[in-house]
């Protein structure tokens, strides 16, 4: 077993700690709330999960106030947390476990929201609610206090039937968040659309129709036009209906269709669209528009193998894990082709960005995880900060820890885009325990740490919650 494989396993325990040990100093200002998600539930009763984006939500917080931080964790109670904990058996589909259903449940189960509901992915605010995300169309909401699950997000009656979205969705200061979702059916689309700020209904600002829909995980955004990137991980619908085997074993690879970049815009709901070499990708960095090119720097791979790599059995043998990289994609207004450049040696994922400062080609750093070109193949096991204009990066990495996504929080009154904190659950596995690392974003230097009262498996996405 690999050193991190204490990162896939089930933590049972749920608590609250009002105060956790300390080692250097949490700045004063710091104020509110880092909700984290991800699986943290791989086996129930006698069965197992079989990719490690299927294990059951477990919701964790840190709360910041006046130089100290407490703790709470907690497992999102959807549909599918108390079915299958009530059953005492996998009740419902996800993303690459199947539990035995006729092909007629199957049916139902992709084009209705009958899907699972377990929101371990990401967590955001829509409609001035809190929260949990996956990709199925069913937010659950969460009070980020006690973590409590308040229940499904129900949009109002909007018409849009779609089977699966994004996680990741954006805020646009006009329009509200943004977001896209997928239709299959015998002609599927993908329906880009707004949640407009305070309200609970999506409006359509464009489709596209598709024959294969592809796997996309998340998408770009600039000013004026949204990014969407179809890999070549691409389904046929009717194949999804029929064939009885998990969500994402119904896709195939096929690099001869290339990549293709549709630049949507917003206002006119109009596409164009580039062809670049096939890759893939999970997670989008930012875009932006310099004159009328189109900027997307991204985290990619050379192709789909990284999902196979994440299935827990191969995780916990030690297969080695495929490295992304963060490549910038140039998409010109009459060239066709997209081309790139690499911007760092370093592997590179789970980015963030301060996000106040995307669009307008202002943004200089990203922050990521990423793994030692020591220990190639291993899991992520240090933290970058990136200056995508110099190519430079900034590095944190300590002997037997593994890094979660780091978060960045801006400093009150920051003026620098870079002036604040960067926040990371760290899985210190040769102690088998975890800890909150707090970095200065400027310096990449540590501030502080706060021991967590317990294991932590590794989560995907998270975000901070300012107290107003
Ligand atoms: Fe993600």
Redesign the pocket.
Known sequence: MPRYSAGFVTQSDEIEVDRLPVRGELPAWLSGTLVRNGPAKFEVGAQSYRHWFDGLSMLRRFTFSAGAVSYANKYLQSRDYERSTSQNRIAMASFATDPCRSIFQRFLSVFSPNATDNAN??VAVLADRYVAMTETPMPIEFDPHTLETLGVFDYERDGLKVATTT??PHFDPWRGVLSYATRFSRTSEYVVYAVPRGQRRRESLATLRVRKPAYM??FGMTERYVILVEFPLTVDPLRLAVSGRPFIENFAWEPERGARFHVIDKDRGSVRTHRGEAFFA??HVNAFERGDDVIVDIAAYPDSGIIDALYLDRLRAGYPIPEAELRRYYLRPGEEAADYDRLIEDSFE?PRIHDEQVGGGSYRYAYGVSTRRETPGDFANQLLKVDVHERGVRRWAEEGCYVGEPVFVAAPGASAEDEGVVLSVVLDADNDSAFLLVLDASSFAELARAEAPHRIPFG??GAFFADD
């Open positions: 992915v990401n996680a990741h995980h998340s999970f997670h789970l995907f996405h």
